[in-house]
């Protein structure tokens, strides 16, 4: 049992949104699936916060979520998308159409209108750039970097930020209370990142 309530709590923290199945045997007689869920629900719980739950997607959302990680793993990999943060400004650069998963801190805003869905105290949202810069006004008590360098002006390969591995993701849209569920999201070049910043 503790090997699989490993591998379902692993898919969990990974944000895979692929639907788990189980034998209905596994239901009936021994009940064998509730002490494995009750054992992924208790390690999830005791490593999140309430605000954290456990969300279960519909297939048709399931689907969406797995067709806009491939659409973002695809840009990541082109470089076409870049970000900086001055103070609590982040900017977002890349080509009209792209579509850009951000997350960050409470309180964020976009032209002045609250950012994103909240959860687990973040603001999440994929945003759809038109060709000019997409800017976030964090709140001012958002911890982090206060100032980033702008981009160079033509785009750089992204850094990437292994899961489960935030210490690097200093320059990173994702607020540095992320936890490690959060989306990888949109992360600063580093080249573009003072030296100290690295």
Same mark, same amino acid.
């Given at each position: 049992?503790?090997?699989? +309530?490993?591998?379902?709590? &692993?898919?969990?923290?990974?944000?895979? #949104?692929?639907?788990?199945?189980?034998?209905?045997?596994?239901?009936?007689?021994?009940?064998?699936?509730?002490? +494995?869920?009750?054992?992924?629900?208790?390690?999830?719980?005791?490593?999140?916060?309430?605000?954290?739950?456990?969300?279960?997607?519909?297939?048709?959302?399931?689907?969406?979520?797995?067709?806009?990680?491939?659409?973002?793993?695809?840009?990541?990999?082109?470089?076409?998308?870049?970000?900086?943060?001055?103070?609590?400004?982040?900017?977002?650069? =890349?080509?009209?159409?792209?579509?850009?998963?951000?997350?960050?801190?409470?309180?964020?805003?976009?032209? &002045?209108?609250?950012?994103?869905?909240?959860? =687990?105290?973040?603001?999440?949202?994929?945003?759809?750039?038109?060709?000019?810069?997409?800017?976030?006004?964090?709140?001012?008590?958002?911890?982090?970097?206060?100032?980033?360098?702008?981009?160079?002006?033509?785009?750089?390969?992204?850094?990437?930020?292994?899961?489960?591995?935030?210490?690097?993701?200093?320059?990173?849209?994702?607020?540095?209370?992320?936890?490690?569920?959060?989306?990888?999201?949109?992360?600063?070049?580093?080249?573009?990142? #003072?030296?100290?910043?690295?």
């Amino acid at each position: 049992m503790p090997e699989q +309530v490993r591998i379902m709590l &692993g898919y969990i923290l990974t944000n895979d #949104p692929r639907p788990f199945y189980v034998h209905q045997s596994n239901l009936s007689e021994t009940g064998l699936l509730y002490p +494995v869920l009750d054992a992924v629900l208790g390690a999830y719980r005791a490593k999140f916060a309430g605000n954290a739950p456990v969300v279960e997607l519909t297939q048709t959302d399931a689907g969406r979520v797995l067709q806009d990680e491939a659409a973002w793993a695809q840009t990541r990999a082109a470089g076409t998308v870049s970000a900086y943060r001055e103070g609590t400004v982040v900017t977002v650069n =890349g080509p009209a159409g792209t579509v850009v998963p951000v997350t960050a801190p409470a309180g964020t805003t976009v032209g &002045g209108t609250g950012f994103g869905t909240g959860y =687990g105290g973040e603001q999440s949202a994929y945003r759809t750039l038109d060709g000019s810069a997409l800017t976030l006004t964090l709140p001012a008590t958002a911890a982090g970097p206060q100032n980033l360098a702008p981009p160079a002006p033509a785009p750089l390969p992204a850094a990437p930020v292994p899961p489960g591995d935030r210490e690097g993701a200093a320059g990173s849209v994702t607020s540095d209370a992320a936890q490690d569920s959060a989306p990888q999201d949109v992360v600063v070049p580093a080249e573009t990142r #003072p030296e100290g910043d690295r």
